[in-house]
């Protein structure tokens, strides 16, 4: 069992979560992911590490159908039924010179662990968080490490009004960048993935289809990179998105939505008001 | 004296095919006790039994048939515990046809079907199971050693029961948050329930085995480690990473792999979803590509989750088809369409990027290729269209890289499969050894547990050779 030792609200219905799972937090990397199952009947979802630290690791939940809201439901003490991982391969890290990385809503947590390697060895890192409204830019207290941090709020209600594009662009206008991550949305990758391209610069963008197993068992994972088929558990997640099918990926997110919409219905039922999320 | 035995087998009771294709729950029932009393009576004990050889574990069959002859029931599951640990699962799961039962004289004789091995032993396991329950065999005394058994499937499983009862510490890794392999998140509940799997779990921990679950070597721990604190290694991870036909449209919503779908069901429980979490498509028209058990059990599966109509395509001909006759046979009685001398060639979708259909070409059998198998060779424009919804791809799996990559100093062969002794299961590292699908492909239940045992043999004198070195 894997017990929650620290949980914390970050913005609605967004989660922050410290999980005791010894091995896991000793092998991860920045750039891996790891499967969880709430309870006996639950279903296996992937959920970027955000940190580790000893015997526990930390992950950054929002909480969009039945799985994650129950996850994020759950308390300090709670156990988990299963914590697997570290999944994927981790980020490619080296010293490149000046780097940007884009976080979008959750993807600001998937980021940091890799934005703060990129500094430690010794990169020049610009950091680009947005999100739709101030509350939603979570854990920007945490980037003092970066060179430079610009924020982008849909509503304006805190830096650039816009979207993480709109700063993007700024950067791309002014400075020179070797290589840069994008994490977030699929919609959000798939915009920055474009600019990207636009710009010839390389973008690490981290895929997130539908998983079962997360080991290469099963395939559900695939994704369309420069024509060819991968899965994403263990060929990524992390693909240049330069060469991403986004189209392809944005579809076969849709897959089960009757599924969901069911399957979290049927949970509101039973719970009741979840608002307080 | 002339002889006279049945000509058929003693039939086993079923849930009727419109009954069964409705529900998860297992298709054969069973034999009650005068049945298996009966079908043991035909078997005629022989001196040199052959059925004994056509068996990779060679249960000593005329032994086991002899006490259900006499009903002594306990004393047939003794023996039969001696060979293998897990019979109520092979009982259910084995190609007999291909082994024991082709073997067995009976079945040569005109006009007759073999003796029922596998029924038999089913019946001896389940009956044990009802009667006497968890029964632990003599432990020798423990020693020292401890030995890690990477995957829990069949071939794991039962290494690690043999090596526990030589009395060495074993602990078993498995990525699932489940052991069992492939009995667990391949093989459908109808033909092999879930409960009888835990069943034999449960024995091999009370042998005193270890299981760690939620354990991904290679990821969550290092090969490194385990050879570290181990003294020696079983390697049984299996070979179920799926591969695609690669035509163009694969990745269409209503494609799957066979992998998925099983695993999604007997894994994860969703032809119980919103009970449980984790959904499955259902398919009105669902194609299944490939004739193996793979093949059978998805589209079986596919027809219980409520499809219309399920069509086998299979680009060689009923002769060359390689699944299980029995399950093959359930399969038509269900009413699954094949088309053989079929082979799909492109995706069709929607703008919405949903498969609606299924290109083929027909195939003819050329020349015999390097497996002995007439080559399958495309009819010139003879393309057609099949209307579907879901199709399922069970073309066949892989090995799984992750452990692989993580240790590189193992020899592998030519079809990226780990090389071994076939005497001893001894991979070129000294103190790994390994075994069942990982090392010969996709394979059998009983063959992965076969290299289990042999495994279990050669790292007991590995271990006592080291102890006795030391020693000196
Ligand atoms: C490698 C990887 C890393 C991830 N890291 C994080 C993370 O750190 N934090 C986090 O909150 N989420 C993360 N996700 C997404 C997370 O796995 C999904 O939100 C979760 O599986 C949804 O499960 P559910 O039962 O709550 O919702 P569902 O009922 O499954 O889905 C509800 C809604 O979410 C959408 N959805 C479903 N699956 C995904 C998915 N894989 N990605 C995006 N949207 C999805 C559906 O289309 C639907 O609109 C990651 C996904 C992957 C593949
Ligand atoms: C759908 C289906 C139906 C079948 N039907 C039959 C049948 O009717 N009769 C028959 O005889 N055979 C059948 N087979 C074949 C048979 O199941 C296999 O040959 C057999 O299970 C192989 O056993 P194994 O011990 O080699 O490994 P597997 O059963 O494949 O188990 C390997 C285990 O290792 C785990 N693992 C993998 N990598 C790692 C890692 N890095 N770390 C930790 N654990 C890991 C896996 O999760 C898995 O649990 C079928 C196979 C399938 C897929
Ligand atoms: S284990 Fe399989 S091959 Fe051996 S006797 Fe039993 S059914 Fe036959
Ligand atoms: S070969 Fe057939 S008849 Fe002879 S002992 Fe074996 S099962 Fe009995
Ligand atoms: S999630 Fe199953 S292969 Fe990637």
Redesign the interface.
């Known amino acids: 069992m894997y017990r929650i030792l620290k949980r914390q609200r970050l913005a609605e219905g967004t989660y922050d979560f410290w999980i005791e799972a010894p ?2 937090a000793q ?1 991860t990397r920045p750039g891996q992911f790891l499967v969880v ?1 709430v309870h006996d ?4 979802i992937p959920l970027t590490i955000a940190d580790a630290q000893d015997d526990k690791v930390r992950i950054v939940v929002k909480a969009v159908g ?2 994650t809201y129950e996850l994020c439901s759950r308390k300090k003490g709670d156990e988990l ?7 994927g391969r981790p980020s490619e890290i080296d010293r490149f010179g000046r780097v940007l990385l884009v976080g979008g809503g959750v993807g600001i947590a998937a980021i940091y662990p890799i934005a703060r390697e990129l500094k430690r060895v010794g990169n020049h890192v610009t950091v680009i968080l947005g999100g739709r409204t101030a509350e939603q830019v979570i854990m920007r207290d945490e980037f003092g490490f970066a060179d430079r941090v610009l924020i982008t709020t849909d509503d304006g209600s805190l830096g650039i009004k816009g979207v993480v594009t709109d700063a993007m662009k700024q950067v791309l206008d002014s400075d020179e960048v070797d290589v840069a991550w994008a994490i977030g949305p699929t919609i959000m990758m798939k915009f920055c993935a474009l600019l990207a391209r636009e710009r010839d610069l390389k973008i690490w963008t981290s895929l997130n289809p539908i998983m ?2 997360g ?6 994972c ?3 990179v420069d024509g060819k ?1 991968k899965f994403a558990c ?1 060929d990524g997640p992390e693909f240049d998105g330069r060469f991403v ?1 986004w189209d ?1 990926l944005l ?2 997110l ?3 939505r009757e ?2 919409q ?2 979290l219905q ?1 949970y509101l039922e039973k719970v009741g008001d979840m608002t307080w999320l | 004296m002339v002889v006279k035995i049945p000509e058929r087998k003693t039939p086993m009771r079923e849930q009727p095919a419109q009954e069964r294709i409705h529900n998860f729950n297992e298709v054969a029932l069973g034999y009650t006790e005068e049945e298996a009393v009966a079908e043991a009576n035909r078997c005629l004990q022989c001196k040199v039994p052959l059925c004994v050889k056509g068996c990779p574990v060679n249960i000593d069959i005329p032994g086991f048939i002899r006490y259900v002859r006499e009903k002594d029931f306990e004393k047939a599951a003794e023996v039969i515990k001696k060979y293998n640990n897990l019979p109520a699962i092979c009982g259910r799961v084995c190609p007999q046809e291909n082994q024991c039962e082709a073997q067995c004289v009976v079945g040569r004789m005109k006009d007759h079907e073999p003796v029922a091995i596998g029924r038999l032993e089913r019946f001896v396991a389940d009956w044990e199971a009802e009667h006497i329950g968890l029964k632990l065999p003599k432990r020798s005394p423990k020693r020292s050693q401890k030995v890690a058994v990477i995957g829990a499937g069949p071939g794991g499983i039962t290494c690690a029961a043999d090596l526990a009862k030589l009395g060495y510490e074993v602990v078993i890794f498995e ?3 489940k052991p069992g392999g492939v009995l667990i998140y391949g093989i459908p509940e109808f033909r092999l329930p879930k409960a009888i799997v835990e069943r034999e779990m449960e024995y091999v921990r009370a042998l005193g085995v270890e299981v760690k ?4 070597v290679g ?4 090969v490194r480690e385990i050879l570290d604190e181990f003294d020696a290694v079983y390697i049984g991870i299996g070979a ?3 591969k ?1 036909m ?1 035509i163009p449209g ?2 269409l ?1 209503g494609v ?2 066979a ?2 779908i099983l ?2 069901v007997n894994l ?2 969703a032809y119980a ?7 499955v ?1 259902k398919g009105d028209n669902v194609i299944v590509v490939g004739a193996g058990n793979v093949a059978m059990d998805a589209a079986r599966t596919a027809l219980r989750l409520g499809a219309k109509k399920v069509t086998v395509v299979y680009r060689r001909s009923e002769q060359e088809m390689p699944a299980r006759l029995e399950e093959y046979h359930h399969a038509l009685e269900e009413g699954i369409e094949f088309n053989w001398l079929t082979q799909p060639v492109r995706y069709v979708g929607d703008e ?2 949903r498969l609606t259909a299924v290109e083929c070409i027909k195939m003819r059998l050329g020349e015999p290729d390097e497996s002995g198998r007439r080559r399958p060779v495309p009819v010139e424009g003879s393309n057609f269209v099949i209307e579907a919804d879901m199709a399922i791809e069970a073309i066949g799996q892989g090995p ?3 452990l692989l990559q993580d240790f590189p100093e193992l020899k592998l062969n030519k079809w990226g499969y780990i090389e071994v002794d076939p005497e001893t299961c001894a991979t070129n590292v000294p103190g790994v050894y390994a075994g069942g699908d990982i090392v010969t492909g996709a394979a059998t239940v009983i063959e992965a547990m076969g290299a289990g045992k042999i495994a279990a043999k050669s790292i007991h004198q590995y271990l006592s050779s080291k102890v006795a070195s030391k020693k000196r």
């Not at chain 2, 679950?213 to 991904?216: G, N, Q, S």
């Not at chain 2, 990821?219 to 290092?222: A, D």
């Not at chain 2, 979803?273 to 959904?279: R, V």
Request: hydrophobic share 30%.
């Open positions: 091995e896991v092998h199952r009947r639950g279903e296996r039945k799985t039924a299963d914590v697997v991982g570290p999944l079962v197993d080991t290469g068992m099963c395939g559900a695939r994704v369309s088929i263990v099918d392809e579809k076969r849709t897959i089960y599924e969901e069911k399957s049927r | 990525a699932f948050h679950t939620d354990i991904i990821k969550t721990i290092s179920g990473a799926p695609f690669g694969t990745n919503i799957f792999s992998s998925e695993t999604r994860m429980k979803f919103p009970a449980y979490d984790t959904p498509k919405n990027g799984q890289k992750i």
